[in-house]
């Protein structure tokens, strides 16, 4: 379990940390000589849709890191199972019931 909560902050970090300081990079001309010859409106929506992208990217990564996880280390708790059933169980009887009643009215 202290894998996956580890695997979040630090994706979460990064979703954080990658956007903000692709902003500055681009705000405080931390870039290449190029990059400044552009207009500001060019400049604010270039480092806009690089910081977009960057958060997808962080996404796909953490998304491919849940895949890659092995499926066979999750198993639900007993208690948890058998409470669920007998939940399911008590609805299917609950509303077997009442369809009876209606029809018998």
């Known amino acids: 379990m202290a894998g ?3 695997k979040f902050v630090t994706a979460s970090m990064f979703m954080w940390i990658i956007p903000v300081a ?3 990079a681009f705000n ?3 870039l290449p000589a190029g990059v400044s010859d552009m207009s500001p409106y060019s400049l604010t929506l270039l480092s806009g849709f ?3 992208i960057s958060v997808n990217v ?3 990564f953490y998304i491919y890191m849940a895949m890659k ?3 066979d280390q999750h198993k639900p708790d007993p ?3 058998a409470e669920a059933e007998a939940s399911v169980s008590k609805l299917k009887g609950g509303a077997d019931s009442s369809q009876s009643s ?4």
Not at 102 to 105: A, G, M, P, Q, T
């Open 4 to 6: 996956v909560i580890q």
């Open 22 to 24: 692709i902003l500055y």
């Open 28 to 30: 405080n001309n931390l």
């Open 50 to 52: 690089l910081a977009v």
């Open 58 to 60: 962080v996404i796909a």
């Open 69 to 71: 996880e092995p499926s």
């Open 79 to 81: 208690a948890f199972l």
């Open 102 to 105: 209606k029809k018998e009215e």
